[in-house]
């Protein structure tokens, strides 16, 4: 099950990346900058898929808050990361990284519930 909620997580940074406002793919003509996208969206998904198997690990009770707190630092910490780093996407405006981290946040949020409801009963 793990992979099916790193899946959605993926897609859930994929789409930010690609619909947000104020944040482009430098090229798509570039395998590179495709590449950079990718392996950017599987780094932040992987790391947002990780928030309840972690919190299970250190004896932490995974509470809607503690979910909420993780993913919105991991979400919007990766957007500032990649505004001041060019990696092949840039960030035009901070408002990016606002919509950008909110929709990567919500839909962490909402993997994250559904990966507690399974494991913690």
């Known amino acids: 099950m793990f992979i099916v909620y790193l899946f959605f997580n993926f897609v859930f940074v994929m789409i930010a990346n690609r619909m947000a406002p104020g944040v482009t793919i430098a090229d798509y003509e570039r395998v590179v900058n495709i590449g950079a996208d990718l392996m950017f969206s599987f780094i932040v998904g992987f790391l947002n898929t990780l928030i309840v198997p972690v919190c299970i690990g ?5 509470t809607i808050k503690k979910i909420i707190i993780f993913s919105v630092i991991i979400s919007f910490g990766s957007y500032i990361v990649l505004a001041v780093i060019n990696y092949g996407i840039k960030i035009d ?3 990016g990284v606002i919509f950008a981290g909110l929709i990567v946040s919500c839909g962490s949020i909402i993997v994250s519930l559904f990966y507690k409801r399974k494991y913690i009963r």
């Not at 250190?58 to 995974?62: A, K, R, S, V, Y």
Request: glycine content about 0%; proline content about 12%.
């Open 93 to 95: 405006a901070f408002y």
């Open 58 to 62: 250190l004896n932490i009770i995974p």
